[in-house]
């Protein structure tokens, strides 16, 4: 699975041995890491109606493509997707196939209708809070139905979606995402989060813990805690307290078998000293952080309704570095958002230059329907954000760049997760994300191993086991 930290990118779900079943799904993810979860739980649910994961298109009876709608070329490419499965599906009718297609996630969410309107072949539209109607509407759009479930549903997806059989969830890794937290009501000016993804819920703790313990129970022994604003997410403590994410990491990182934590994405705002806290004192939370910044300009963020001001973020980050001083950022900017000028980008830059992050995804704004930066004045030229972007991202691969090369020579903990490529070769991860190459089998897969750092490759690191 990639990592992407938050978007672009697109994974297609692989098939597991041993399973006889004999209608096929082919599901398609676009987006953040949300809906990388949402896609295993959706195959999941169909798996109890017999549906198996499939990597061919041509094959499958079921095509799913769960969407992103951040940005307008995320939002378009499902368009010209849809045209390539409709011909697909009119070859299958020949030979007396069918194929029902169905469109989840954020663009099923915004446009719905249109969906419906452009793209003629597709069955059924279906939004992120809906999932567990899935599997009953499959079965009508079998019968001959185009199914629409946009509505905010009153009851809990999460208790109705089905867990995986016992055994099932193994060939998926050692590593998980888990998501505790969805929706926003934060309302920055660019975004269409809160849109598609609805307001601010936490699942409860029983629940979480529970998933969490059946996936270490599985295999898994990092795991990564998702919402949209991921450390916005609250609930009752079995203590009778109210517990924020803090309290609740440190209640997963007693469930046996689970080595390794994450978080993401976190909004400034909320990172509140238990949590900070956490960094500190918790040795299975890894030091690294996704902390998006978007801007370094206090004009721009306010235009953008972040709601913190530059220095604000500048004095989180010595707080989280007071915490914890090995802790690597990386963060998301945009450019080029209505009204910039060259000296609030330059103000983008200086935060960069002071806060330095070893990982970052930047972006040209993107104005999307429906939000207010969509109608603000002084849209900035595509010229001129393309050569603040280029600046931008020549910036941060320098950073990049001199956090690998500045971590050869050192020790650290790898997480073993499967064989390399090359020859005899296995491949970690790194506290960073990054991946480490090996060049022996220095354990099981699953184990938690020393390593030496030797060197640094393209996206990756070489390192020997001590
Ligand atoms: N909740 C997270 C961000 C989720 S969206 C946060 O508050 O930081 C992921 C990223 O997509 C954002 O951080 C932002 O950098 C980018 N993004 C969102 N809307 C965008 C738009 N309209 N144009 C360009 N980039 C956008
Ligand atoms: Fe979007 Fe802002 Fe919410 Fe993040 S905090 S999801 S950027 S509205
Ligand atoms: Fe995209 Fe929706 Fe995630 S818009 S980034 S898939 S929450």
């Known amino acids: 699975m990639t990592e992407t930290a938050l978007l672009g990118g697109e994974t297609a779900l692989t098939p597991q041995d041993g399973q006889a079943q004999t209608k096929k799904v082919f599901v398609k993810t676009y987006g953040c890491q949300m809906n990388v979860y949402d896609s295993?739980?959706?195959?999941?649910?169909?798996?109890?109606?017999?549906?198996?994961?499939?990597?061919?298109?041509?094959?499958?009876?079921?095509?799913?493509?769960n969407t992103c709608h951040i940005r307008e070329k995320a939002a378009e490419k499902v368009y010209s997707e849809l045209g390539r499965i409709r011909a697909i599906k009119a070859e299958r009718a020949g030979r007396g196939r069918e194929m029902v297609i169905g469109v989840a996630g954020c663009v099923a969410q915004a446009e719905g209708e249109?969906?419906?309107?452009?793209?003629?072949?597709?069955d059924i539209v279906i939004g992120p809070q809906t999932y567990h109607r899935l599997p009953d509407a499959v079965r009508k759009a079998r019968a001959g139905g185009r199914v629409i479930e946009?509505?905010?549903?009153?009851?809990?997806?999460?208790?109705?979606?089905?867990?995986?059989?016992?055994?099932?969830?193994?060939s998926r890794g050692v590593t998980a995402f888990l998501t505790v937290q969805e929706g926003c009501d934060k309302f920055c000016t660019f975004c269409v989060v809160p849109y598609t993804r609805g307001s601010e819920v936490s699942r409860p703790v029983a629940q979480i813990v529970a998933e969490a313990e059946r996936l270490a129970a599985s295999g898994v022994r990092e795991l990564t805690l998702l919402g949209q604003n991921v450390n916005a997410w609250h609930g009752?403590?079995?203590?009778g307290r109210t517990w924020g994410l803090g309290e609740l990491l440190f209640r997963l990182a007693e469930i046996p078998g689970i080595g390794r934590l994450r978080y993401t994405t976190s909004h400034p705002r909320d990172m509140n000293d238990a949590l900070i806290a956490a960094h500190r004192d918790l040795p299975a939370l890894m030091p690294y952080l996704h902390l998006p910044v978007q801007a370094g300009s206090d004009a721009i963020l306010k235009a953008m309704n972040r709601r913190h001001s530059a220095d604000d973020y500048r004095r989180l980050v010595d707080r989280i570095r007071a915490a914890r001083p090995d802790i690597a950022l990386s963060g998301d900017f945009i450019v080029g958002f209505p009204g910039e000028t060259d000296a609030d980008f330059e103000e983008t830059l200086r935060i960069v230059r002071d806060v330095t992050f070893v990982q970052a995804y930047s972006f040209k704004y993107s104005p999307?329907?429906?939000t207010p930066g969509a109608e603000m004045a002084f849209h900035v030229e595509e010229g001129v954000k393309d050569e603040r972007l280029q600046r931008l991202q020549a910036l941060l691969v320098r950073q990049q760049r001199n956090f690998a090369d500045g971590l050869v020579g050192r020790r650290t903990d790898v997480l073993i997760e499967k064989p390399g490529r090359g020859p005899g070769q296995w491949v970690g991860r790194s506290p960073w994300l990054m991946p480490?190459?090996?060049?022996?089998?220095?354990?099981?897969?699953?184990?938690?191993?020393?390593?030496?750092?030797?060197?640094?490759?393209?996206?990756?690191?070489?390192?020997?086991?001590?």
């Open 40 to 65: 295993q739980r959706m195959a999941d649910a169909l798996a109890a109606d017999g549906y198996a994961p499939t990597a061919e298109i041509a094959d499958a009876d079921l095509v799913l493509l």
């Open 368 to 370: 999307r329907p429906g």
């Open 236 to 239: 009752d403590g079995p203590d």
């Open 436 to 466: 480490v190459i090996l060049d022996e089998k220095p354990g099981e897969i699953g184990d938690i191993v020393d390593v030496r750092i030797t060197r640094t490759g393209t996206n990756s690191l070489h390192a020997e086991a001590l």
């Open 114 to 122: 249109e969906i419906m309107r452009r793209a003629p072949a597709v």
């Open 150 to 170: 946009t509505d905010y549903a009153l009851e809990d997806k999460f208790e109705h979606l089905p867990q995986p059989k016992p055994g099932a969830v193994r």
